[in-house]
Each structure stands twice: as C-alpha cells, then as structure tokens.
C-alpha cells in the first residue's frame, strides 16, 4: 500500500512515495509552486492508497485542504495532538514543528530512545528523543544561512554556493578559501559542539548514551570521520510521515 507522504518545508516541499520502509520515489519543488495543481498531478501519476501530510508553512496548508478533502482518498495531517506512541516530555508540544515531529517517529523507528536528531536544511534542529518521547530541542543557524550571511552583511565578501564547501581547506589562501574554511569547519565545529552538550547531559541523568541521526541537504558537509558517530538518514521526514499514517489507521 504506497502512501504520498508531503512534507511542506519553508523553502522547499518534499514529497514522497512510500511502501512501508522503502521509498519507492521522490522529489522536491519550491514551496512557493506547490499549489492544488501539483498536488493533483502528484496522486494522477502515483495513485496512492492514502496522503500524509507535515507542514511548518500555514498559508500554504490552508490552500491545500480542500484539494485534499476533495480527493476521496484517505488523508491524515500530522499534528502534536494526534500521534500515536509518540509523547512529550516538553511544555509547549504546539510549538514544535511538524517536520520535527515527523523525524522523531522516524528515529523511533531506525534507532530507537534515546536519540538525537539533526536536521540540516534552513535552519539546523537538534531534537531529543527518549524513552518519554520528544524532550526538547536546539534550533541553530544552517549553513546555507552561514554562507549568505557573509556576503550580504558586508561589501567585499562573495556569496558562496555551499557546493563549494566540500574539500575546504583549514587555512585559507584567499578570501575565497577563508570563507569555505569558516563555514565548512565553523559548522561542523558548531554540530559537535551541539552533539556533545545534549549527550553529555543526557548521559548525567542517567541515560545511556543516544544514537544520533542526521538528515537533510547540509548533511553531506560533516566530516568522513563521523562517519561512525552519526547515521545518516536522507528519509528520515518522510519515513517518519508514513510510519505516522500507518499507525493512524491501524
């Protein structure tokens, strides 16, 4: 049974088709051109058994409900007050965002509690996972907002294409090489440190230690050496979307 699974993110929407655990496809639009139409043309292609839906853009939610109650498929909304073995150990569930809460079930699933989720796209998150549910998060600066920063607060600096990241050098030879060794090193540094305060302070109230999960474009940029430190799981919003509609309809 293939779930469309919608995750509507500030800058782009992510969707994608989803039998169980395997992402059968998947792609990505602006957020400012997913409308009524694409949404329409996405379930004529795929023709999927039921819809699920994340959102952290308001405006554009509201102009797609009633597309989607128009479809007569089965559609299901993800919110923090309709999950489903997921709690919270969290004042204000309300503020956290969807996509956050998306990632949590898919951490729930891959990893298990506890758990440290970062997801790297706009803006970097940091979620907490334990054996309570969602217990709090860290919202940071990513690094597409690191490099266009720089060149739009000052009058000499380029702007950067986070492409050019990769293979930075630690001491830059030009102004050029200077730049992708800050935001390069500067953002990994900034993910350690991150990683190493929430663990450390799980761990000193008596948790084992978490595993940790990234996801998102940024993801990419941390070093080869994390490689045993952090699993990588491009998916992990939309496996947590599908894993959310099929507890949902249990």
């Known amino acids: 049974m293939a779930i469309l699974c919608l995750d509507i993110g500030n800058t782009h929407a992510h969707w994608g088709l989803l039998d169980g655990q395997t992402v059968l496809q998947q792609g990505e639009v602006a957020t400012k051109q ?15 058994a039921g ?3 994340a959102s952290v ?3 554009v939610t509201a102009s797609l409900l009633p597309c989607l109650e128009s479809l007569k498929i089965p559609f299901r909304q993800l919110r923090y007050d309709n999950l489903i073995g997921l709690g919270f150990d969290y004042p204000s569930p309300a503020e956290v965002g969807q996509d956050r809460l998306a990632d949590c079930i898919g951490a729930q699933m891959i990893v298990g509690a506890p758990a440290i989720i970062v997801g790297m796209g706009t803006a970097t998150t940091v979620d907490i996972l334990t054996e309570r549910g969602y217990a709090g998060g860290i919202i940071a600066p990513g690094l597409g907002v690191m490099t266009q920063y720089l060149h739009e607060r000052t ?5 950067l294409d986070p492409d050019s990241l990769l293979g930075a050098p630690a001491i830059g030879k030009s102004t050029v090489d200077a730049m992708r060794s800050g935001c390069a090193l500067g953002f990994a540094g900034m993910i350690g440190a991150l990683l190493d305060g929430v663990s450390a302070e799980l761990i000193n109230s008596g948790s084992v230690a978490p595993r940790v ?3 998102g474009g940024a993801a990419i940029y941390l070093p080869a050496t994390w ?3 952090v699993m990588h799981e491009p998916h992990l919003t939309l496996l947590g979307l599908a894993e959310f509609y099929r507890r ?3």
């Open 34 to 48: 997913f409308d009524a139409g694409k949404l329409r043309q996405l379930v004529s292609e795929h023709r999927p």
């Open 51 to 53: 819809i699920a839906l």
């Open 57 to 59: 853009v308001p405006a």
């Open 155 to 159: 009058a000499l600096l380029p702007a």
């Open 213 to 215: 999960v990234v996801t």
């Open 227 to 229: 490689k045993n430190r």
């Open 248 to 250: 949902s309809t249990l």
